[in-house]
């Protein structure tokens, strides 16, 4: 999952954890081996995320169509 996250540094993603609740919106800002941090793309806010918790992501093209 690290190296993955890594190619998608600086990209509005939506990572999901393996609460299976949760989802996260915003700009992948940093990855580091034990975590990422994300900038929430509505009010700027970071938020840092352990790795061994993300479950999936995708890119998203927010505002663009």
């Given at each position: 999952?690290?190296?993955?996250?890594?190619?998608?540094?600086?990209?509005?993603?939506?990572?999901?954890?393996?609460?299976?609740v949760?989802?996260?919106?915003?700009?992948l800002?940093?990855?580091?081996?034990?975590?990422?941090?994300?900038?929430?793309a509505?009010?700027?806010?970071?938020?840092?995320?352990?790795?061994?918790?993300?479950?999936?992501?995708?890119?998203?093209?927010?505002?663009?169509?």
């Open positions: 999952m690290y190296k993955i996250l890594k190619k998608s540094k600086g990209k509005t993603i939506r990572l999901y954890t393996i609460s299976g949760e989802s996260y919106l915003g700009t800002q940093d990855v580091n081996e034990d975590y990422v941090t994300l900038k929430d509505m009010h700027g806010e970071v938020t840092y995320i352990a790795i061994q918790h993300i479950e999936s992501f995708h890119e998203t093209r927010l505002g663009k169509r």
